[in-house]
């Protein structure tokens, strides 16, 4: 079974990785760069699962439900609290 608080404190730390401060001082990533990210690949079975359940406990934001690699490449993940 997959442990959801583990995904998502390592989705964390790749945000933190990866990411850039945006104009509120926030972390932001654009999920094409997590999705193409070699570590990100082989770290998460279900990206987009990982974020959902992130945004569901209000850890990360984003536009939209779903998101798909190709049309979302750049929608941004920002990261509400650490």
Do not use: P, W
Not at 67 to 74: A, I, K, S, T, Y
């Amino acid at each position: 079974t997959m442990n959801v608080e583990h995904e998502i404190s390592l989705l964390v730390e790749e945000i933190r990785r990866l990411g850039t401060e945006n104009a509120d001082g926030q972390l932001s990533v654009k999920f094409g760069v997590l999705f193409a990210d070699e570590k990100c690949a082989n770290l998460f079975e279900a990206l987009v699962g990982t974020l959902k359940a992130a945004k569901r406990r209000k850890i990360v934001t984003y536009q939209g439900e779903l998101l798909l690699q190709g049309v979302h490449d750049n929608v941004d993940i920002v990261l509400l609290q650490d």
